[in-house]
């Protein structure tokens, strides 16, 4: 039997839980944290000379884009829970434009 992992753990706890109507938020923003996760781990165990190019920046834009989204989605699917019920979440979190796009 395969241990499941940290996102696969959060992903059944979210679609058990809330039972959304349509899953593809929250796969899509299982699917963001793997890839995250997937990029985190080829340079954490290797060495490379340093390189510089361009395209790494829209790349990690890209990327951040997509982690923060799939962090905004789990923010809203816990803001509906019931114990959140009286929650005030301040409105820079609510409207989350904290990076102009």
């Known amino acids: 039997m395969r241990t499941k ?3 696969d753990l ?10 959304p109507l349509d899953r593809k938020p929250i796969d899509d923003a299982s699917a963001a944290f793997r890839e995250v996760r997937r990029l985190r781990n080829k340079p954490a165990h290797s060495l490379h ?8 920046f829209e790349q990690q834009r890209e990327l951040m ?3 923060y989204w ?3 989605v789990i923010r809203l699917v816990l803001s509906v ?4 019920r ?16």
Do not use: C, M, Q
Request: glycine share 6%; proline share 9%; no cysteine.
């Open 5 to 7: 992992g940290t996102i």
């Open 10 to 19: 959060l992903a059944e706890w979210l679609t058990t839980v809330f039972r």
């Open 49 to 56: 000379r340093d390189e510089f190019d361009l395209s790494y």
């Open 65 to 67: 884009l997509r982690a």
């Open 70 to 72: 799939a962090v905004k």
């Open 81 to 84: 829970h019931p114990d959140a």
């Open 86 to 101: 009286g929650t005030e979440i301040p409105p820079w979190i609510r409207e989350g434009e904290i990076y102009p796009l």
